[in-house]
């Protein structure tokens, strides 16, 4: 990644920069899926460059990323790094991306998309005394099972009721 994006990779050593001239934010932090202590998520200001920056060391060649902005009303903004360009889509927003020089992108990436199919279901949740809305992938060839983990398994049948509903439920421990 090129110095101007304000993030840049040093052997293991991941550094991170976001300029702020007129000292507006009261703090920056760093919001990532890693495992790092929480002191060490913190930006410190250098009042030499006018800018946040923080200095971690990760045994990876990528980063997702974004930034907690604190301003000094208390307000947090939650943000992608405006001086890094490069963005990856997730279901929750996009994040910010850091790539080592050394990072080979895995071939599965460019593969083609599995051929299936979706379904969409709403699933009683007694314990909210509502329904969950939920839409279920099922790979070709499954007959439209499927069988997703969560506290258990949750076993879909093939067929669809009268309405033209989901079909069968069930939830086994």
């Known amino acids: 990644m090129d110095e101007a994006d304000g993030t840049r990779w040093s052997g ?8 702020d001239p007129e000292r507006l934010l009261a703090g920056v932090r760093l919001v990532a899926h890693v495992v790092l202590p929480g002191d ?17 060391t990760l045994d990876a060649w990528r980063l997702e990323y974004r930034l907690e902005l604190r301003h000094s009303s208390g307000d947090i903004a939650v943000v992608c790094d405006p001086e890094n360009p490069r963005r990856v889509g997730s279901a929750f927003g996009d994040w910010s991306v850091a790539e080592r020089a050394d990072y080979v992108e895995p071939a599965w990436l460019r593969l083609p998309g599995a051929e299936g199919s979706w379904r969409e279901l709403t699933i009683p949740t007694p314990t909210l005394n509502a329904d969950v809305w939920a839409r279920i992938w ?22 669809q009721d009268a309405d033209g509903g989901a079909g069968r439920l069930a939830v086994l421990p």
Request: include cysteine.
């Open 40 to 56: 060490r998520r913190a930006f410190s200001y250098d009042e030499g460059d006018r800018a946040w920056r923080l200095s971690v």
């Open 12 to 19: 293991e050593t991941l550094t991170f920069s976001h300029h």
């Open 138 to 159: 099922s790979p070709a060839g499954a007959g439209g099972h499927v069988l997703p983990r969560h506290r258990g398994v949750l076993c879909l049948s093939g067929e």
